[in-house]
């Protein structure tokens, strides 16, 4: 389209292409929020620590280790999914079973 078109049709095709920026704006975020491991990865460092300084026996930390390596499968599902690199091999935790 020419900018004489764009121009005479902004009346009416602004609202749709305002609506298509800002749809577009809303998924780039949403992509970002669940395909970011950083917060995880914080959450996974801040089990260890806790371990380490005896706020936590080993049962408990195997227990949440398993939540928190999950939650980090999930991101590298949707990782996948949307067609971004993953990183590294499969997410694996001591005594799981493979058979999913």
Same mark, same amino acid.
């Given at each position: *389209?020419?900018?004489?078109?764009?121009?005479?049709?902004?009346?009416?095709? /602004?609202?749709?292409?305002?609506?298509?920026? +800002?749809?577009?704006?809303?998924? =780039?975020?949403?992509?970002? &929020?669940?395909?970011?491991? +950083?917060?995880?990865? !914080?959450?996974? *460092?801040?089990?260890?620590? %806790?371990? !380490?300084?005896?706020?936590?026996?080993?049962?408990?930390?195997? =227990?949440?280790?398993?939540?928190? *390596?999950? %939650?980090? %499968? &999930?991101? =590298? !599902?949707?990782?996948?999914?949307? /067609?971004? #690199? +993953? /990183?590294? /091999?499969?997410?694996?935790?001591?005594? #799981?079973?493979? +058979?999913?």
């Amino acid at each position: *389209m020419g900018l004489l078109t764009n121009i005479l049709l902004a009346p009416f095709l /602004g609202p749709v292409w305002a609506s298509r920026w +800002t749809l577009d704006k809303v998924d =780039r975020v949403v992509r970002e &929020e669940l395909t970011d491991d +950083t917060p995880i990865k !914080e959450d996974l *460092m801040k089990l260890q620590m %806790r371990l !380490e300084m005896g706020e936590i026996d080993d049962a408990e930390y195997v =227990r949440q280790e398993a939540e928190i *390596m999950q %939650r980090l %499968r &999930e991101v =590298r !599902e949707w990782r996948e999914k949307f /067609g971004m #690199s +993953t /990183g590294a /091999g499969p997410v694996r935790v001591a005594g #799981s079973d493979d +058979t999913e």
